[in-house]
């Protein structure tokens, strides 16, 4: 069939829905950016949440005794912002007018003269602190707690009905308590409603719970109802919208990297988790921080990924641990990763709030050009994260994943800087500052994360490459028909499950994704023998959406990956400006001379790469947009 009669073919299909075959065909260019842009998280949120440092035990002096130690201690004037409650908040829905009700005997300043308890109080206390302030629901009928809770601490009370507390069936209702009467500002909605409430669960059998058809199954998408699961977030952000005219809000997706929301919580939300929950030891931290770290292209300015709240204060992360705190810290302000403090820092010691207060490390993670950290050297061992800057600057961060030394080598190819210049580097740990021409060696220590801020002469002199800035390429459509679990992502032993069961496979989808600087499956990017230090690896099929600020000239070297499988397939490319077509290729297979793609692209606010699989071959062929850069 050829493409206008399959576009022809879906637009019948489609008359009945009133979709167009336009929006069907997610290779058409739409002249738009598609990921998320409203909310207020135009940089990773910063602030702190009750879970990691209470569980459900939360209760408004614990909460307000934190905020104010973020006032008193500097901590707020180095940008954390948000106090976020989590789970534990709630007495019941009263049946009836189903209105949630505060478990006022924890928020005392919720009890008023007359009427139902509010959070306005401790909204207006917080705001009047110069905080936002964030509340917690979940997806399904219940919460998570209700679903895994041991105690019966904090947990809703009365009957099945009244302790139905989760947003299904009241989304609309719920966020208009929370955002236009309470005054909140940010909200975290949780999943396990939609996930651990099945007939079969034992707390539904005993009768403590209502069934809910599950929506998610953590360990599989293909048992995932992925519509589903995004229908209930559209209703959310319909009210979200509603509620909040000025656009001042903040919605965190906590489906743990389930339903393949790894490829797309960026157009759904203001942050997105992508994994299970961290524990505060220190092989549940890398999972959480590999199920982020190869994702730069799925995170921007509005849409963060978000590896889960820092355990710093805690365990593997405690005082007696600095290395292992600080690892987290530089980690996670390298990944553009949420920085939500843990910790109650009512008795947190200094040290612990001397790693929270590393401006050099916030100034890193709040970097306005909003480009998430990609990896420039990739091992088990050692990686090497480098992250551009808005003033063309370098942060680079190596990190020790294991327990022995190592002696790291980093060159100015790592930073995308001239060999024969000097590269200044300026540790943002001891403030020393160095100096390097083409290498340097660095003995990093068991656990140890270096980090500098670097600057040199660029390799591009006139531009940059589009692997240096993630924020602002969007991999709209990504070419991952069949989501395969992502195998590259460490297997930790979970906290909560300790060894019972069959331990952790492979399971957070998303495998073949678009990477910098190596193909979707992390192999060095290569066209016909010649290899590229610098593109975009992706799947044919796919459609990226590239923001231009100011850059003249687009080029890049484009052909299919000497990794396809499929010797056969051709793939055509074609460049975009503002929906218009600017240039394309010849069809090309694997072993052809990647051939050269370049445009005026003056005045062009989006561009749009594409790479259209010719035929229906069907099998997943890794294309390179080598060397793909914005000139000046
Ligand atoms: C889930 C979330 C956590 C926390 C708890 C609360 O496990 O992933 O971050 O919100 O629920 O019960």
Request: charged fraction near 20%; include cysteine.
């Amino acid at each position: 069939m050829t493409l206008r009669r399959a576009l022809l073919s879906l637009a019948v299909l489609c008359a009945g829905t009133g979709l167009s075959a336009q929006t069907i065909d997610p290779l058409a260019p739409t002249g738009a950016w598609s990921a998320n842009q409203v909310g207020s998280a135009q940089l990773p949120p910063m602030g702190w949440n009750s879970w990691n440092a209470f569980f459900t035990e939360i209760d408004e002096e614990k909460l307000l005794g934190s905020a104010q130690r973020i006032l008193d201690t500097g901590l707020a004037k180095k940008g954390y912002r948000f106090i976020n409650i989590d789970d534990g908040w709630w007495l019941k829905r009263r049946t009836g007018d189903g209105k949630l009700i505060i478990r006022a005997d924890k928020f005392p300043s919720a009890w008023m003269k007359r009427g139902d308890p509010s959070f306005r109080p401790l909204t207006d206390k917080l705001h009047a602190m110069g905080f936002k302030a964030g509340i917690y629901s979940d997806l399904g009928r219940n919460s998570c707690s209700q679903a895994y809770s041991d105690g019966p601490a904090q947990l809703p009370e009365g009957t099945m009905a009244e302790r139905e507390v989760g947003l299904y069936g009241h989304s609309d209702q719920d966020i208009r308590l929370f955002f236009a009467d309470w005054g909140f500002d940010a909200i975290k909605v949780d999943g396990c409603g939609i996930r651990a409430f099945t007939a079969d669960a034992e707390r539904v059998r005993s009768g403590q719970y209502r069934a809910l058809a599950a929506l998610i199954d953590q360990h599989s998408v293909t048992r995932s109802n992925v519509p589903a699961v995004k229908a209930l977030f559209a209703d959310i952000n319909r009210s979200l919208a509603r509620y909040n005219p000025d656009g001042d809000y903040m919605l965190s997706l906590c489906i743990w990297g389930s339903a393949n929301v790894r490829s797309w919580g960026k157009d759904v939300g203001s942050i997105s988790r992508t994994s299970d929950d961290i524990s505060p030891d220190w092989g549940r931290m890398l999972t959480n921080y590999d199920s982020a770290v190869r994702r730069a292209f799925y995170a921007h300015p509005g849409s963060w990924n978000d590896p889960d709240m820092l355990f710093i204060g805690k365990g593997d992360f405690d005082v007696n641990h600095l290395t292992e705190a600080r690892s987290h810290f530089a980690l996670w302000a390298m990944m553009n990763a949420p920085l939500l403090i843990g910790a109650d820092l009512r008795t947190t010691p200094q040290p612990l709030l001397d790693v929270f207060g590393n401006a050099a490390l916030i100034a890193v993670n709040q970097d306005p050009a909003g480009n998430q950290a990609t990896l420039a050297f990739d091992s088990d061992g050692l990686q090497i994260l480098v992250k551009t800057l808005a003033n063309g600057d370098k942060a680079v961060a190596l990190f020790n994943r294991g327990l022995a030394p190592v002696d790291a080598v980093l060159t100015a190819d790592h930073l995308k800087f001239r060999a024969d210049r000097a590269v200044t580097l300026s540790n943002l740990w001891t403030g020393a500052k160095s100096d390097f021409t083409k290498e340097t060696k660095f003995r990093i220590a068991p656990r140890e994360t270096v980090v500098f801020r670097a600057s040199g002469t660029r390799m591009l002199a006139d531009g940059l490459y589009l692997s240096e800035q993630p924020g602002a390429v969007n991999p709209a459509a990504d070419g991952v028909v069949q989501p395969e679990p992502d195998p590259t992502i460490y297997r930790s032993i979970p906290g909560w499950r300790g060894t019972r069961g069959i331990g952790e496979r492979p399971m957070y989808a998303g495998w073949g994704g678009a990477m910098a600087d190596a193909t979707p499956y992390n192999q060095a990017l290569t066209v016909a023998g010649r290899t590229y230090g610098a593109g975009i690896g992706i799947l044919a099929n796919s459609r990226l959406e590239v923001r231009n600020a100011g850059f003249v000239r687009f080029s890049a070297q484009v052909g299919v990956d000497d990794s396809a499988l499929d010797g056969e397939q051709t793939v055509r490319f074609y460049l975009y400006g503002d929906g218009k077509p600017l240039a394309s290729s010849a069809p090309l297979r694997r072993g052809a001379t990647a051939q050269p793609l370049e445009a005026d692209v003056k005045g062009i606010a989006v561009l749009e790469l594409v790479a259209r699989a010719d035929g229906a071959r069907g099998n997943a062929v890794p294309v390179t947009w080598g060397d793909a850069a914005l000139r000046r």
